[in-house]
């Protein structure tokens, strides 16, 4: 005998003659009431930007902080639930803490996003001392430079990831991803890409775009004694911001 619709959206591993699991598909619905970001892997490195959204005007701007640093090489930003989000970004950070501790090199961007994806799968575990009650409700694009050259993987709430050339995600991902995938190229410069990412966020976002609510990091390929590829982390300032939006 079958359970019922609400029971089977009661359990968070359990899945529906249909092969759903609807704890999980309502984490990524969570994850559309989240603010927009992209990101944008170039042939000099890979960028993120971040819509900044202010539901007050009592709240300070600059307290808001969509892209987080990782490591020098890593940044990540994300769109859901900001204390979900906080969770998986100190793994990912104490991840790259400890993998330089014990191997002296800094890690790649893909184990970095594996590890947090194996945090992500938690909720299914069957040890009831286990914390995770439920799916995380947000989604994040880490992006950085490692050995292998630029990277940007995207990480949903069933712990799936992939890696990507550009990837959108957040409210109005549907329409950003829309204009990705007309305008994107493998010859993209860091200075197009930029200005590609903020383009689109103008045109999806419902506040007119400044430099108050958007935030760019930038992580620039460069190249060791050894001949390796490594990263260097930069947020954009305000001025370079408003040029480039007084230019669209």
């Not at 330089?100 to 001392?129: H, M, P």
């Not at 914390?131 to 880490?142: H, T």
């Not at 490692?146 to 959108?168: M, R, V, W």
């Amino acid at each position: 005998m079958f359970l019922t619709r609400s029971e089977y959206d009661r359990g968070v591993n359990t899945f529906s003659p249909e092969g759903r699991l609807f704890q999980v598909e309502y984490a990524i619905e969570a994850v559309k009431l989240g603010s927009t970001s992209i990101g944008i892997k170039t042939s000099e490195g890979v960028l993120l930007a971040a819509e900044k959204r202010s539901t007050s005007k009592l709240m300070v701007n600059d307290a808001i902080e969509k892209i987080s640093k990782v490591d020098q090489h890593i940044a990540v930003t994300f769109a859901g639930l900001i204390a979900d989000s906080r969770t998986l970004v100190e793994r990912a950070q104490v991840e790259a803490q400890n993998f330089w501790f014990c191997y002296n090199r800094k890690i790649r961007i893909e184990d970095v996003t594996q590890s947090v994806a194996n945090l992500a799968l938690q909720f299914g575990d069957d040890d009831v001392k286990a914390s995770m009650s439920r799916p995380f409700g947000v989604a994040m694009l880490f992006a950085g430079v490692d050995q292998e050259g630029p990277k940007l993987f995207h990480l949903d709430p069933s712990g799936t990831f992939i890696d990507c050339k550009a990837k959108s995600i957040g409210a109005a991902s549907d329409g950003a991803e829309q204009n990705l995938k007309e305008q994107y190229h493998d010859a993209l410069t860091i200075k197009e890409g930029l200005k590609m990412a903020l383009a689109i966020l103008k045109q999806v976002m419902e506040e007119k775009l400044n430099s108050a609510n958007v935030e760019v990091v930038v992580i620039k390929k460069g190249t060791d004694a050894n001949g390796r590829a490594f990263g260097d982390f930069q947020r954009v300032s305000n001025d370079e911001l408003e040029q480039v939006i007084t230019s669209l």
